[in-house]
């Protein structure tokens, strides 16, 4: 008798904690567009090409076209892999083009430094120089100190300077930046990769085409980021210099990163770069988090803590404002001593979730 009032008062809890995972996982909140459902376009590619046999590993018509559409958007010799994960494509492509002796520069700020759970130091060898930033920006001036010991054993060889576009404190490199950083770093014969993870925010953020931020100003590899623009999963890492790649095809397998499926990975991509899907959600969550930004910014008591130029907003808010509100619209503390904190958003924020989030905001401020 016992057990069975037990079985039905853990059946009941069970039906109810179900009830608010679903209530919660369908709630869309700030914390990151990574947790953005699927777009309807990149979902319908990839139920299209969900059917019969096709060759794995690449090898296949979804790839090939995936293949083009990017060549078409970067440039003919452009030598593209698609990849299982963004920190993936970090780390295999800044691996392929560094020997363990080396070092990586990078803004103290970036998520290979501070979100890859020390796989780029792990996979690649190399130690990380991590250099001051200005809203996740860095400049020839910042990098300057390091770059020395250039053929002395006793010193790590400076190879490569990674920077993020847009930043991980939602900033965006102008092209004159990337150019002047890429022909300084080129001058000392090293290479410039770019962690490209919102690529698409800061093109539209610019008004510019993908390529005119990357190749035509001095990157030389790119991480081309699709997952925060609408799809799945998958990256690619793309090689516009040449020479990059003689061995990369065998470093992408040993780092467990070349899909077998690989249809999956390179319909999404096809799909991202057909009738400016890219473009059209990128700019969608760029203008809900400028919504966002101007309507908080009203607020008593709420003060941005950086410049709003791609789908990030950056606050400080009273503290105990912070837990109520997350239980509402989940999001991410920042920077806890100083009560900052992150919303993200994507592309499938609704203004309706805008202003509920500001409304409930300012009810929390009174």
């Not at 990839?46 to 018509?61: F, K, L, P």
């Not at 950083?181 to 093109?203: C, E, F, K, Q």
């Not at 994507?346 to 989030?357: A, I, L, P, Q």
Request: negative net charge; proline residues 4%.
């Amino acid at each position: 008798m016992k057990i069975g009032i037990i079985a039905k008062a853990y059946q009941s809890y069970l039906i109810k904690f179900a009830k608010r995972v679903l209530e919660m996982n369908n709630r869309r909140g700030f914390a990151s567009d990574n947790n953005a459902s699927v777009h309807p376009e990149v979902m319908l590619a990839m139920a299209e090409c969900n059917t019969g046999h096709t060759v794995g590993y690449g090898d296949d018509r979804y790839t090939k076209d995936a293949e083009e559409k990017i060549r078409a958007e970067f440039g003919q010799d452009t030598e593209c892999y698609f990849m299982l994960t963004g920190t993936g494509a970090n780390v295999v492509g800044l691996r392929s083009v560094t020997q363990s002796f080396n070092s990586i520069i990078c803004s103290e700020t970036a998520h290979i430094e501070e979100d890859e759970c020390g796989a780029p130091e792990l996979f690649t060898g190399c130690k990380l120089i991590p250099v001051p930033q200005l809203n996740g920006k860095i400049t020839k001036e910042s990098i300057a100190p390091h770059l020395k010991g250039f053929d002395f054993e006793h010193h790590s060889q400076p190879k490569v300077v990674s920077i993020t576009q847009a930043t991980e404190l939602g900033a965006v490199y102008q092209p004159e930046e990337i150019k002047e950083l890429a022909d300084y770093v080129h001058s000392y014969g090293l290479l410039l990769h770019m962690d490209g993870a919102r690529i698409a925010n800061a093109a539209v953020s610019l008004g510019l085409p993908l390529r005119a931020i990357t190749r035509d100003v001095g990157v030389d590899l790119l991480s081309f980021g699709a997952t925060k623009n609408g799809a799945m999963y998958g990256e690619a890492i793309l090689f516009f210099t040449p020479g990059l790649t003689k061995y990369f095809k065998y470093l992408r397998k040993q780092s467990m990163q070349l899909a077998s499926k690989m249809r999956y990975i390179s319909v999404q991509f096809d799909a991202l770069l057909s009738n400016d899907l890219w473009q059209r959600n990128a700019s969608h969550a760029n203008a809900m988090a400028g919504l966002l930004a101007e309507k908080v910014a009203k607020l008593p008591g709420v003060s941005l803590s950086g410049p709003v130029e791609s789908n990030g907003v950056f606050a400080r808010i009273p503290k105990k404002v912070i837990e109520p509100l997350q239980k509402a619209y989940f999001f991410y503390v920042w920077d806890e001593p100083i009560s900052e904190v992150r919303w993200m958003t994507s592309w499938d924020t609704t203004e309706e979730d805008v202003n509920g989030f500001v409304e409930t905001l300012a009810a929390l401020m009174r």
